[in-house]
């Protein structure tokens, strides 16, 4: 029998000291630094690199790499257990080398870049000494790649790109983009566009703005509206074949959500920890909240929707081991990006509300969490693209019925089954 929900004791260990590790030294972060990806900011720096060089120390580094660029190729399965933990501090992956987007960017330079490309950008990308940015969406449309308009056209030895993006994470903070352009309209439609590392210092990259989400206050935000005007990259910046640019995103996207899904199993969790720690501690009318069947059944859905996720999760890491094909488990891992922002939005909203006033209030991280679900269930497509996915992938496994009524009907399959058992019932009425 190999089902197995233990970890063994060896890598427990390590867990364990991550989770002390996260308690009491990273999760501090959240109340003195400003932007985890805004390597400019020396207090950021002074505390940051220290974390990093004890991580490096215990052998954690960016265990999400292959040993071939120094991490430690764990398995998703050993990934979601240490990233469950990481998802419970908000600079967390950045301590321990492996944040969104540069992890997925890194995937891809390691994937197509040359070998002086991966020594200009994917050495110092994968050290921390430097942060990156993926540069897709556009404002038209980001769920339907069709629309992008951003244009690459050649013009001798480079290509000049023109066009607007939206929501590109971390660009003001970043040295280079990896940016989607369409190099060759006439060709089919997901063959249309190439993609391109841009160092942010080119001539011609313009921030417009940066825009936040709803719970961060006005000039605060890191998602970059941008506009690329006539800037000049070398032929060489071209990452993949001309028109591939749908066949390299894949590339970041498979482990990318696995791994925003497992740390957001430690998001869930601590929302959850919350709502449980206020249920035993207030009363109201004489009695502890937790004490109110109402609540009690707050509590109960939470567990049940969190530890359903989890073992989502779980099963799917062992699947992407198992099978090493992220086509043979996209069913599954569109199902883990549908289920997040759900779980997350209703956990951290019943925190929320058995926190009353506090809980609504910015005194609490709820609302934060809140509308981080509604991110979870945007970027890298959106909920209704995955479930879509989920479900055409179900379908193509189902038959249609042979004839007029489903294989189910009652009448139908009586009949058959008495014309199968005629013989046995009349031998069996005519010893009677
Ligand atoms: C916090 C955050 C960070 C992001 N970071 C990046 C980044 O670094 N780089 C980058 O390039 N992009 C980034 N994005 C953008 C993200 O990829 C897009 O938001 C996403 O692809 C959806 O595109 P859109 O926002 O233009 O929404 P639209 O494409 O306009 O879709 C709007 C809504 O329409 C519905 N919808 C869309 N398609 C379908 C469908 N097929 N069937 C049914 N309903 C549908 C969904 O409800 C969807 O939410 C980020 C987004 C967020 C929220």
Redesign the pocket.
């Known amino acids: 029998m190999a089902w197995d929900f233990e970890t063994d004791p060896e890598y427990q260990q390590e867990l364990d000291w991550v989770a002390d590790f996260v308690k009491t030294e990273v999760e501090p972060l959240g109340f003195l630094i400003k932007h985890g990806y805004d390597m400019s900011d020396p207090v950021r720096n002074a505390l940051i690199k220290p974390l990093q060089e004890k991580v490096k120390a215990r052998g954690l580094w960016a265990c999400h790499l292959g040993p071939e660029l120094g991490g430690r190729g764990y398995g998703q399965v050993k990934l979601a257990l240490l990233n469950e933990i990481l998802g419970r501090a908000p600079w967390a992956s950045i301590v321990f080398g492996c944040q969104a ?1 540069d992890s997925g960017n890194a995937e891809i330079l390691a994937h197509y870049g040359t070998p002086e490309q991966k020594e200009q950008w994917l050495e110092p990308l994968l050290d921390n000494e430097i942060v990156s ?5 556009e404002p038209q ?4 790649p069709k629309v992008f308009t951003t244009r690459a056209v050649q013009d001798g030895d480079e290509w000049v790109i023109t066009g607007e ?6 660009a003001s903070f970043s040295s280079f983009l990896i940016v989607m352009a369409v190099t060759d309209p006439d060709n089919p439609p997901y063959q249309q566009m190439s993609m391109f590392i841009v160092p942010t210092d080119s001539p011609g990259v313009e921030i417009i703005r940066d825009v936040g ?1 709803g719970y961060e206050q006005a000039g605060h935000g890191t ?1 970059a509206y941008m506009r690329y005007n006539d800037v000049r990259v070398p032929a060489a910046n071209m990452l993949g074949d001309r028109g591939g640019a749908f066949v390299v995103a894949q590339t970041r996207l498979g482990g990318g959500r696995i791994h925003h899904a497992m740390r957001t199993v430690g998001q869930v969790q601590k929302a959850f920890d919350m709502m449980c720690e206020r249920a035993v501690s207030r009363t109201t009318q004489g009695e502890l909240l937790g004490k109110k069947q109402l609540v009690q059944g707050m509590i109960a859905d939470s567990w049940i929707e969190l530890e359903q996720f989890r073992l989502l999760v779980m099963r799917t890491a062992w699947r992407i081991d198992k099978y090493k094909d992220y086509k043979r488990v996209r069913k599954d891992i569109s199902a883990v990006k549908a289920a997040m922002p759900k779980v997350f939005h209703d956990v951290a909203a019943r925190a929320l509300q058995i926190h009353g006033s506090l809980g609504v209030s910015e005194e609490m991280p709820f609302s934060a969490m809140v509308i981080e679900s ?2 979870m ?9 995955h479930k ?1 996915t989920v479900a055409r992938q179900v379908l193509s496994e189902y038959q249609p019925a042979p004839g007029l009524f489903p294989t189910g009907h009652i009448p139908t399959r009586r009949e058959a089954v008495l014309a199968q058992y005629a013989d046995v019932i009349e031998r069996a009425v005519e010893q009677l």
């Open positions: 987007p940015c993926f540069s897709m969406t449309g980001g769920a339907d993006k939206w929501f590109s994470s971390h989400l998602h509604f991110h269930g945007l970027a890298d497509g959106p909920t209704e693209v879509v």
